[in-house]
């Protein structure tokens, strides 16, 4: 298997992942938080999908999803257009609310159709390309790839457990 079939199957999990967390639930679902300090699977859904929106157009040197094609807009919350949701405080978590699963799914379909455009036409030769020299060492393609990968699982990871108590809750 060659290293971009490889990444397309890892970010047609986190897809799957992410449509397991959300379909079906409403919007009162989304926003369920176990704790006023905890994030919401709204939130989990939105950020992941906005970093790796973020991540992936970076490397690719286009624009992101989010603002090419104006979700930000039809999400309409109360943030910059840049913002990811990283460092956000509970309070900003909170105002991260949808009115149904499918503006959520939209958007993440939407960046994963765009990443697996790019990351479908990667060659073997393109992963050790640096693509943040920020760091020490600097970050090559293929770390900051696994790294969205990663990042993303987790945070689908959490999405579906907080559907679990939710599902427990009201059953």
């Known amino acids: 298997m060659s290293s971009s079939k490889l990444l397309v199957d890892a970010f047609d999990r986190v897809r ?12 009162e679902e989304l926003a369920f938080r176990v704790d006023s300090e905890a994030n919401s699977i709204a939130w ?5 999908t906005r970093v790796q929106d973020d991540h992936i157009a970076d490397v690719a040197g286009t624009e992101q999803v989010w603002t090419a094609d104006s979700w ?3 999400f ?15 309070k900003e978590v ?12 939209g958007y993440h379909d939407a960046v994963h159709q765009a990443t697996v455009a790019y990351v479908g036409g990667l060659g073997d030769d393109d992963l050790p390309r640096v693509v ?18 990663s990042d993303d699982l987790q945070h689908a990871g959490q999405a579906a457990f907080i559907r679990g108590v939710v599902e427990r809750r009201t059953s």
């Open 16 to 27: 799957e992942a992410v449509h397991q967390a959300v379909e079906g639930l409403s919007a």
């Open 44 to 48: 989990l859904v939105w950020h992941l």
């Open 72 to 74: 930000f807009e039809r």
């Open 76 to 90: 309409d919350l109360p943030f910059e257009p840049s913002a990811t949701g990283y460092g956000n405080s509970p």
């Open 94 to 105: 909170a105002q991260v609310q949808v009115d149904s699963a499918d503006l959520l799914i």
């Open 132 to 149: 943040d020299e920020a760091w020490d060492p600097p970050v090559t393609l293929a770390v900051r790839l696994v790294s969205v990968i």
